[in-house]
C-alpha cells in the first residue's frame, strides 16, 4: 500500500510538471482524486488496513492529497495570473500614441457661394423656396408666357422627359409655384439646379445652378428691384461695388434687364477678369410681366413685383479665379480641397 502510494506521488509529480494549462490540471485532479481517482481508490481501501497500520499509511495519503490539492491550486493560480496579464497587455491602449485623424469633410464651392448669397438675401427678409428639377412644361414655360414655339425655347435646349414634362431649363417656373401656392406680399429665392442640352466646356455645362428671386407687393417699382440688387451686390463683393444696368429681354418680364457690377479685381478700370471691360454681368431681372401675374391667380392691376436670376457657377468662377466651369463637377478632391 505503501509503494502504491509512492507510486501515486511520483507519478502525480511528473503529470504536475507537464502540466501547462487549466484543462490539462483538471485532469490530473479527476485521474487522482475523481471519484474513480487512483488516490480514492486507496483511500478507499484503508478500511481494510491493520490499525497499525492505518495511521501511517493514512498520514501518507493525506500528505499526498494536500500536496496535489496544493499544487493544482497554486498552478491553476498562476496560470489566471498569467492569462490576465496577457490579456492586459494585448489590450493595452497607448494614450501618448498620435490618434488617427479623421479626414474633414467640407461643403463644394458651389454650395458655400450659394449658402453665402442665400444668407445676404435672408439679411434683407428673404425667405427660401425648393422645388422639383423634373417639372411640367407649363412652369418652365408656359406659365411664364413662352408658349410653345416661342424663340425663347431654342435658346435653352431642352432634355425633354415626356412631352409636358422637362428638366428645368431655369429656377423662374419656381415664381409660378410660389405665387399659386403664396399671397403676397411675397420675398422668396430659389436655389437650384438647372439643366440644358449643352455640350459641355470650359464655359457650358448641362447641369448648372441658378438662383431666382420673386418679390411681389402692392406698389412695387423698379426702383425696388436695383435698390434691392445693388445692396445685394455691395454685401457680396464690397461697399465700393457699383452697378449698372443695360436693356433685355426676357418673355416673363417687362421691362427686362441685365445687371453688371463693376469688377471686383481692378474696380472698373479694365483688367484680364473682366477682359478690359471693367463690367462683369451678374444676372438677368425685371419686372414680373402682367400675364404672368395673372397666370398665377395675382391681381396685376393691385399687385406688382420684380424677379431675377442669378448664375452661381459664374460667380463662383470669378470669386476663386476658376476659369474651367467643369472643376465644378468633376468632384477632383484635389480640386476640392482648395476650398
Ligand atoms: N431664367 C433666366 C435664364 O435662365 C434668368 C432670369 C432673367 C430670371 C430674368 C429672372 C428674370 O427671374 O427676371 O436665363
Not at 487512483?38 to 501511517?56: N, Q, Y
Not at 440644358?196 to 457650358?204: E, F, I, K, L, P
Not at 473682366?274 to 438677368?284: A, D, M, N
Amino acid at each position: 500500500m505503501k509503494d502504491k502510494l509512492e507510486q501515486i506521488r511520483a507519478s502525480v509529480e511528473r503529470a504536475l510538471h507537464d502540466a501547462d494549462a487549466m484543462d490539462a490540471l483538471e485532469n490530473i485532479r479527476i485521474k487522482y482524486m475523481g471519484k474513480k481517482g487512483e488516490l480514492t481508490a486507496v483511500l478507499k481501501g484503508m478500511g481494510k488496513l491493520s490499525p497499525e497500520e492505518r495511521p501511517k499509511i493514512g498520514a501518507l495519503a493525506n500528505e499526498i492529497r494536500n500536496r496535489l490539492e496544493k499544487e493544482i491550486d497554486d498552478r491553476k493560480t498562476a496560470i489566471m495570473t498569467a492569462l490576465e496579464e496577457k490579456k492586459l497587455k494585448d489590450e493595452m491602449i497607448d494614450v501618448t500614441m498620435p490618434g488617427r485623424k479623421n479626414a474633414e469633410g467640407k461643403l463644394h464651392p458651389l454650395t458655400q457661394v450659394k449658402n453665402e448669397l442665400a444668407e445676404i438675401f435672408m439679411g434683407m427678409g428673404f425667405s427660401i423656396a425648393d422645388g422639383p428639377e423634373v417639372e411640367y412644361d407649363y412652369y418652365n414655360f408656359e406659365a411664364l408666357n413662352i408658349p410653345k414655339n416661342h424663340p425663347a425655347r431654342d435658346e435653352q435646349d431642352t432634355f425633354y422627359i415626356a412631352d409636358n414634362i422637362v428638366l428645368r431649363t431655369q429656377t423662374s417656373g419656381m415664381q409660378v409655384r410660389v405665387m399659386e401656392k403664396t399671397k403676397p406680399p411675397i420675398r422668396v429665392i430659389a436655389p437650384g439646379k438647372v439643366y440644358r442640352s449643352d455640350t459641355q466646356d470650359a464655359t457650358h455645362s448641362p447641369v448648372f445652378h441658378q438662383i431666382e428671386g420673386l418679390v411681389v407687393d402692392k406698389n412695387i417699382t423698379m426702383a425696388d428691384l436695383k435698390g434691392t440688387l445693388e445692396m445685394f451686390v455691395k454685401k457680396l463683393y464690397g461697399e465700393q461695388t457699383r452697378v449698372r444696368f443695360r436693356p433685355h429681354h426676357f418673355p416673363f418680364t417687362e421691362p427686362s434687364a441685365e445687371m453688371d457690377y463693376s469688377c471686383f479685381n481692378c474696380g472698373g478700370k479694365g483688367c484680364s477678369v473682366c477682359k478690359g471691360e471693367g463690367w462683369i454681368e451678374i444676372l438677368g431681372c425685371g419686372m414680373v410681366h402682367p400675364k404672368v401675374l395673372a397666370n398665377c391667380g395675382i391681381d396685376p392691376e393691385e399687385y406688382t413685383g420684380f424677379a431675377f436670376g442669378i448664375g452661381l457657377e459664374r460667380i463662383a468662377m470669378g470669386k476663386y479665379s476658376i476659369n474651367d466651369l467643369r472643376l465644378f463637377f468633376e468632384n477632383d478632391m484635389r480640386f476640392l480641397k482648395q476650398f
